[in-house]
Structure formats: structure tokens, C-alpha cells
């Protein structure tokens, strides 16, 4: 079933054209990727989808009643108090309704026989829509969403919004459109504001909704897991492809070899003919070359495929001295904001030419401790600094390096006072920025330009450490590209935080791992890191389903009925009774056998030597071990108590 149909849509905005000639379809459960540049019409097409602008050319059809929820930059979440109403959007509305429901049913009750039709009909409407709207699921749906994205339910009840940053407010934004009751979810940058396994659940949660999604995203690895078809904005149009995101780079590739195959076969034929016509226009063959002529003027020009080197950034990282070997020397630091400690007993050395993941959850303390090497923040204790003839260049989340009350010529002209007009302007426009845009100041600029003119400052400082705070959020996939291939080829040092899986999978050779308030320091690649966390993964998974099982157990325990045996039954409960305690024993050995093997596979210190990896596949192998003796223990156990309260009431 198509849900939205999109034909030769195109939008002007005065003289400027932001597309045109869009064309295609969604079905109904299909999860679209939208890419491109920024500027290149990728929000613009999400007010099409809605209705809230409409095209200069073209059609754009939804069937009548869908039902569509956005996920913009900015979010606005109404009259909601707490941060669980303001979640739950406009489900809210159920609450209401069930405490109306709840009125109206004690309403009843008192009437009694004196109830009237209209009394009964009005509970009976909105009891149908309660059980319709999903009112018996909503707050499991809500919790379950909240703690996905890093929310604690119980607490968000009573949590007023005045209390989150703009980070959570952006992952409550997230919230509310996942649990609404929506049809199509269009979801603009959903992981800007995600730490890694907050975007793993996202990835999750997505995959496996029924819903029709279509997300504008340039994380490279969260495409590739959710999406099933790309629509690619480029050259002032679009074109969609079927199959997930690595199927459209393959297919993007085979398309742009065509295209310029076929490009320079037509400029082939161009320039012979008009040989022909050159050598041919005055001689005898002045009438077939006058035709020539004629029908090489109609000819309609193939254009040549879009370079992505033409649209990218012209970044380039070097440096203005080696430095010393040790970057950075940390000494038993401790460090803590507003008297909540962050990180604590931290010992490590950063050496010249390292390029280091740093990842952890959001507010866990990495922005911090980036700003405490830059001596912006001062540590709680130890010994936290910086190695001889060592230059950092701070790219930070917030972009608050860029000032906001000047133009981009006087940025670039502070930090180059000796260049001349030309030179500002060409590197200006190396990062996209031509002409009179220039002169534009920097507070007018959005996310994704702020973002290049941080870049470019930062390519100035000819740093030989670089601190990254998310430098990917609000880039456009070919810049993040570009980067990328800038970092690749830097010969500095590198404290990259990110959760940017393809970036920290192509380019981190260290990882740190803030959990708990201590820093892991692995000593292998991202991917490297990846599989080990995916063992520790599976430990807790398996953890859980026998921590259910033992649920399982105490609750048959405690509704277990006293047995009244007869004289003819005694024995045989008593013999029962002896085996429902020896499973219970057993399973309660199992039980801290479990958890002991969980404790050590989910410790990062473990995965941090061969030695270690080689115990954690060992102790894998023991826990998959005790787990199938107590699913024969718990099986035991059921048995004998089946048995036994079978017998009580005979």
C-alpha cells in the first residue's frame, strides 16, 4: 500500500531553486534513508511529506487520515510538566481518559439501576477508545522507550523539564515521536544527541517497528542497519534507490560510471561532428554540413556526473612542529562537576601519532575532561597536562570556539593577519563559503555551516593534537567523508569522542572506555572493541533470562500451597518435598555462579590483554555451561512441585 507519493515535485523560493524533478514512492512498513548535502532540500522535502509547504511544481499525495509525526530541531513539547508526560506526547491524552474512565465507572456504580443510556453509552464510547488507542499498553510503551534512550522512567514521573540539557531534551524529543501513535515517523539527525548504545537501541527499536520511517541522517553505520532505501539528493534533484545503504553506494558507483560513460561518448560524437562541420562548411559538402549543423544544435547536452570532490570540503591537516613524544601525562586524576565525581583514579599516557575513541554515555564526563586538558577545567586531584613543544586545537560540541558576533572574513582575518583579501576568501570558500556569504556573521549560520567554519579555523591553528568533541553532528555525509580522509592523513595526535561508528571503525587505533567513573584503556581498534563488547553482550543477555527463570521459581515458591496429604500419599509427598529443596539448593548455587561469571565478563579491564580475552571466552563457555544445569534444575524443580500440588489435592 503506497502511503506517500511524491511526482516531478520541485520548490522554488524566489529566483533560488532548492530541487526539482523529484519523483518516487513509499510503501507502507518501508524505512527510507534521505541523503545529501546540507542545503540541498532534505527538510524542505519532510514540509512536503506533511503538507506544510507546498511544491512549486508537482504533486505530493498521502492518503486520506495518515498520520504522521516529525522530529525536528527544535522541540516543543506543549503544556507537558514532567518529563514522562512530555515523552509520552499525545498519548498523554490517555491518562485523562483513563482517570475520566475511572470517574465515569464510580459515577455508575453509585446510580446504580438509575444509570441513564447516555451515562452508559459515553463510558462504552471511551472505553472502546481506550482499548483502541492502546490505553492498557501505554505507560510500558513510554517506560520502555524512555529507558531505551536513557531515561529513567520512575524518576522522569516527577522530573520537571527545567531540569534537562539541551542533549536530553533532544533524546525526549525522540521519545515522544517514537511512542506516538503515528504512521509515519519522519525523524531528522534522531542521533545527534545519542551516545553509542543509546544509538544501538535506536537502531533496534527501529528495525523492528511496522511503521513507515524515513530519517535524514549522516551517520553512515546507523543507515546501513536501518534503512532499506535511500532517496539521494544531488545536483538539485533526487533519486532513489532500493536496498540499504550499501547497496546504494555500490549502486550510486555503477550509476555515475554509466553516466560519464555515456557523457563522454556524446562529447565524442559533439566534437567530430563539429570537425565535419568545420572542414566541410564552404566546400562542396556545405549542404550536409549545414544539416550537421542544424541537428548538433538541438542536440540536448548530457551534463557529466557530480564530483563528490567538487561538493566537499577542502580540508587539509598540517602540522607547524612535531612535538614531543608524550602528549599528554595523567597521574592519578580525579574529576568531578558540582561535587559529582566524573572520573577517578586515571593513570595513562597519550603518545605522539596515537588516535584515541573516546566513548561512554552521555554526561558520563567526556566533554569534560577534554576541557581539563585544555586547562579549562580544573581537576579534583593528581596530575593532569600536556607534553613539551605540544599544541592542541579544542573542536568543541557547542561550537563555542566560532565567535558569534563577527563576520566569517574578520574570523578568518584574526587568525590570518597577514593575509590578504584573496587568501581569506579562498580558504573561505574551501569550506564552502563564496562570495558575499563571506560577509556573513556568524550567529546567522546553521548547525551544518557553524560547523565548517570550526573546521576551518581549526585547519589554521596547524595543531599537533587535536581534541574532537563530536565533530560529526550537524555535518552532511560528504564532509564528514572529507574529514575523515583529512584525519586519516593527519600526522598528529588525536582525542576523537564520537559515536560515530564508521569514523571511530576507520580511524582509532586506542579506545577509552568511560564506565562507572573509571577509564579503560583498550589497546586495539574500535572494531577490535566491538566484538568484545558484543561477548559481554550476550554474558548479560543470558544473565537476564536466568535471572527471569529465577523469577519464575520464587514466585511458584510463594504461592506454593500447604500440602493436606493423606496417610496413602504421605510418603510420596515427602519424597517430593525432598526434591523441590534440592533443586531449590541448586539453584540457588547456580544463581551466584551466574552472577560471579556475569561480574567478570561484563568488567572492560578483562578485554584489555590476550590473557584476559582468553579467560573471557573460557568463562563465556562456563556460563553457557551453568545455564543449561539450571534450566535442568529449574525443569526438575517444576516437576516435582506440579507433582506435589497435584497430591495435596487428592
Given at each position: 500500500m503506497t502511503q506517500i507519493s511524491i511526482s516531478n515535485a520541485g520548490v522554488e523560493f524566489g529566483a533560488t531553486k532548492v530541487f526539482q524533478g523529484i519523483t518516487f514512492t513509499v510503501a507502507r512498513g518501508e524505512h527510507w534513508g534521505i541523503v545529501g548535502r546540507n542545503g540541498s532540500g532534505k527538510t524542505t522535502l519532510f514540509r512536503l511529506i506533511?503538507?506544510?509547504?507546498?511544491?512549486?511544481?508537482?504533486?505530493?499525495?498521502?492518503?486520506?487520515?495518515?498520520?504522521?509525526?516529525?522530529?525536528?530541531?527544535?522541540?516543543?513539547?506543549?503544556d507537558a510538566a514532567t518529563v514522562w508526560e512530555a515523552g509520552a506526547g499525545e498519548l498523554a491524552e490517555l491518562l485523562g481518559l483513563e482517570r475520566a474512565l475511572a470517574s465515569q465507572a464510580e459515577a455508575l456504580a453509585g446510580a446504580g439501576e438509575a444509570a441513564t443510556p447516555q451515562m452508559l453509552a459515553k463510558y462504552d464510547r471511551d472505553l472502546e477508545r481506550f482499548e483502541r488507542e492502546g490505553g492498557y499498553t501505554l505507560a510500558p510503551r513510554v517506560d520502555a522507550v524512555l529507558q531505551g534512550l536513557g531515561f529513567d522512567p520512575e524518576r522522569a514521573r516527577t522530573q520537571s523539564l527545567d531540569q534537562l540539557s539541551g542533549g536530553e531534551r533532544g533524546r525526549l524529543g525522540l521519545a515522544r515521536q517514537l511512542v506516538s501513535a503515528a504512521d509515519v515517523l519522519l525523524l531528522d539527525e534522531p542521533t545527534n544527541?545519542?551516545?553509542?548504545?543509546?544509538?544501538?537501541?535506536?537502531?533496534?527499536?527501529?528495525?523492528?517497528?511496522?511503521?513507515?520511517?524515513?530519517?535524514?541522517?549522516?551517520?553512515?553505520?546507523?543507515?546501513?542497519?536501518?534503512?532499506?532505501?535511500?532517496?539521494?539528493?544531488?545536483?538539485?534533484?533526487?533519486?532513489?534507490?532500493?536496498?540499504?545503504?550499501?547497496?546504494?553506494?555500490?549502486?550510486?558507483?555503477?550509476?555515475?560510471?554509466?553516466?560519464?560513460?555515456?557523457?563522454?561518448?556524446?562529447?565524442?560524437?559533439?566534437a567530430s561532428e563539429e570537425d565535419y562541420i568545420r572542414r566541410n562548411i564552404a566546400g562542396q559538402n556545405s549542404r550536409q554540413a549545414k544539416g550537421r549543423r542544424k541537428r548538433l544544435s538541438r542536440l540536448p547536452r548530457l551534463s557529466g556526473p557530480l564530483s563528490e570532490d567538487a561538493s566537499a570540503m577542502g580540508l587539509a591537516l598540517d602540522l607547524s612542529e612535531r612535538g614531543g613524544d608524550q602528549v599528554a601525562i595523567v597521574r592519578g586524576v580525579k574529576l568531578g562537576v558540582d561535587g559529582r565525581t566524573l572520573i577517578e583514579d586515571l593513570t595513562t599516557t597519550i603518545q605522539r601519532g596515537d588516535i584515541i575513541g573516546f566513548i561512554g554515555p552521555n554526561g558520563s564526563g567526556k566533554s569534560t575532561f577534554l576541557r581539563a586538558l585544555m586547562g579549562e577545567h580544573p581537576v579534583s586531584d593528581g596530575e593532569l597536562r600536556l607534553g613539551g613543544s605540544i599544541q592542541p586545537s579544542y573542536y568543541r560540541q557547542d561550537m563555542a570556539q566560532v565567535p558569534r558576533d563577527r563576520s566569517l572574513y574578520e574570523v578568518i582575518s584574526e587568525l590570518r593577519p597577514r593575509w590578504e583579501r584573496r587568501q581569506i576568501q579562498g580558504h573561505l570558500a574551501k569550506f564552502g563559503f563564496s562570495g558575499d556569504e563571506a560577509q556573513r556573521r556568524a550567529d546567522s549560520l546553521s548547525g551544518g555551516e557553524q560547523a565548517r567554519v570550526a573546521l576551518a579555523m581549526m585547519v589554521l591553528s596547524r595543531a599537533n593534537f587535536l581534541l574532537l568533541d563530536e565533530p560529526t553532528n550537524h555535518l552532511d555525509i560528504e564532509s564528514v567523508e572529507a574529514l575523515e580522509d583529512a584525519l586519516e592523513n593527519y600526522e598528529g595526535t588525536i582525542l576523537l569522542v564520537s559515536h560515530d561508528r564508521a569514523m571511530l571503525e576507520n580511524l582509532v587505533s586506542r579506545v577509552w572506555v568511560l564506565h562507572d567513573r573509571r577509564i579503560t584503556d583498550f589497546p586495539g581498534s574500535f572494531a577490535e572493541w566491538e566484538e568484545r563488547s558484543r561477548e559481554r553482550e550476550h554474558a548479560a543477555a543470558v544473565a537476564a533470562a536466568e535471572q527471569e527463570s529465577l523469577r519464575r521459581v520464587k514466585e511458584r515458591k510463594a504461592t506454593r500451597r500447604r500440602e493436606s496429604a493423606t496417610d496413602e500419599n504421605r510418603v510420596a509427598l515427602r519424597e517430593l518435598r525432598r526434591r523441590v529443596e534440592a533443586a531449590e539448593s541448586e539453584i540457588s548455587a547456580l544463581e551466584e555462579k551466574i552472577a560471579q561469571l556475569t561480574a567478570l565478563l561484563e568488567d572492560p579491564q578483562l578485554y584489555t590483554t590476550r590473557e584476559g580475552t582468553e579467560k573471557s571466552l573460557a568463562a563465556g563457555k562456563e556460563l553457557e555451561e551453568t545455564k543449561r544445569k539450571l534450566d535442568t534444575a529449574f525443569a526438575n524443580w517444576t516437576a516435582a512441585t506440579e507433582q506435589a500440588e497435584q497430591l495435596s489435592t487428592t
Open positions: 506533511t503538507g506544510a509547504q507546498q511544491p512549486t511544481e508537482g504533486v505530493v499525495s498521502r492518503p486520506p487520515g495518515l498520520r504522521y509525526t516529525v522530529l525536528e530541531q527544535h522541540r516543543d513539547f506543549g544527541h545519542l551516545d553509542l548504545e543509546t544509538t544501538r537501541w535506536l537502531e533496534e527499536y527501529l528495525r523492528g517497528t511496522d511503521k513507515t520511517v524515513l530519517l535524514i541522517s549522516h551517520d553512515r553505520a546507523f543507515l546501513a542497519k536501518v534503512a532499506d532505501h535511500i532517496l539521494h539528493l544531488e545536483g538539485g534533484t533526487a533519486i532513489p534507490y532500493a536496498g540499504g545503504y550499501e547497496s546504494f553506494i555500490t549502486q550510486r558507483e555503477e550509476r555515475r560510471l554509466s553516466q560519464q560513460r555515456t557523457f563522454d561518448k556524446q562529447r565524442k560524437l559533439i
